[in-house]
């Protein structure tokens, strides 16, 4: 299954933003075996794109993180990583909201059967808490987010299609 836009699960954590009027979006894409969700955090926050971030985090906001940090949040030993923080964890999700408050970062994974196979369904989603325009009284994204929509869709489709082939190849290698 390639990466593609879906709907959010009811039971997601980052649903409280949708019902909030805020600006979410939703990724998955399924691979083969049986991965926990730690592995699936874990693989995400250390692929080389990933990585590319966690270096322009630690240059433009002196936020520094390190792969062995991602192990740790991943675990649940730890709430902080690079410029975010965990506003809320489950078994099979993670929604983590950035140091300003103003975006979250939401993974979430299931088990599905496939004949006398299982496979693995990741999840990825975003959301955007709006700003309120004090002369017009009305809650947007912001002008920022607006023109960077684009490749913030992009974007995430890579993340996600990176952490699955990162998960792909620490099982087979």
Wanted: include cysteine.
């Amino acid at each position: 299954m390639p990466v593609r836009a879906c709907q959010l699960p009811d039971e997601a954590l980052l649903g409280r933003y949708t019902r909030s009027g805020a600006f979410t979006d939703c990724y998955v894409t399924e691979l083969p075996g049986t991965f926990s969700h730690a592995e699936y955090v874990r693989a995400f926050y250390t692929t080389w794109v990933f990585r590319l971030e966690r270096a322009i985090l630690k240059w433009a906001v002196a936020r520094p993180s390190t792969d062995e940090q991602a192990r740790q949040l991943a675990e649940g030993s730890i709430d902080s990583f690079a410029a975010w923080h965990v506003e809320g964890r489950s078994e099979n999700q993670l929604l983590m909201s950035d140091f300003q408050g103003r975006t979250r970062s939401w993974f979430m994974t299931g088990t599905q059967a496939a004949g006398n196979a299982a496979r693995t369904r990741l999840y990825f989603g975003s959301a955007v808490v709006p700003v309120t325009d004090s002369r017009e009284g009305t809650a947007r994204p912001g002008p920022f987010f607006s023109a960077l929509l684009g490749f913030h869709k992009l974007y995430s489709r890579v993340l996600l299609g990176a952490a699955k082939s990162r998960l792909s190849s620490l099982r087979v290698g």
